[in-house]
């Protein structure tokens, strides 16, 4: 089984949001609930990051779902060229945890660079058929 599903959003604050409930919605229409609330996590972080340092005004992300037969791969796509760090959680600081988080999440993360932008992606181990 293989499927996938894509989705464009412009660089406004709401994109955030709107990119969670895409996935939200996939998720469950692929039956995979018990991966929204990580998937929906990291969702949101990686959206989050792609509008502060990757998305120029006026142009988009994206962010793209596959399925295969034991994985579920988030990846958001953009413009930017900035390398994604990974940076230790700070106690006192409000920010910077969201690559760590989706680190913790995912089963394996990373960054690919294009010509033009990066895709910084997750992949998520499918739960086993009960």
Do not use: Y
């Amino acid at each position: 089984m293989s499927s996938s599903q894509l989705r464009r959003f412009p660089r406004r604050r709401t994109s955030v949001g709107a990119s969670r409930e895409f996935v939200v919605r996939v998720l469950r229409e692929w039956q995979l609930t018990d991966l929204i609330d990580d998937i929906e996590l990291c969702a949101s972080e990686l959206a989050t990051n792609a509008l502060l340092h990757g998305v120029a005004p006026g142009r988009e992300f994206s962010v793209r779902l596959d399925l295969t037969d034991d994985l579920v791969r988030l990846e958001v796509r953009d413009g930017g060229d900035g390398q994604p760090l990974v940076q230790p959680p700070e106690e006192d600081s409000c920010s910077g945890r969201g690559l760590f988080l989706v680190g913790e999440l995912a089963s394996e993360f990373g960054a690919d660079h294009h010509v033009v932008g990066k895709t910084v992606w997750a992949a998520f181990k499918r739960p086993a058929d009960l």
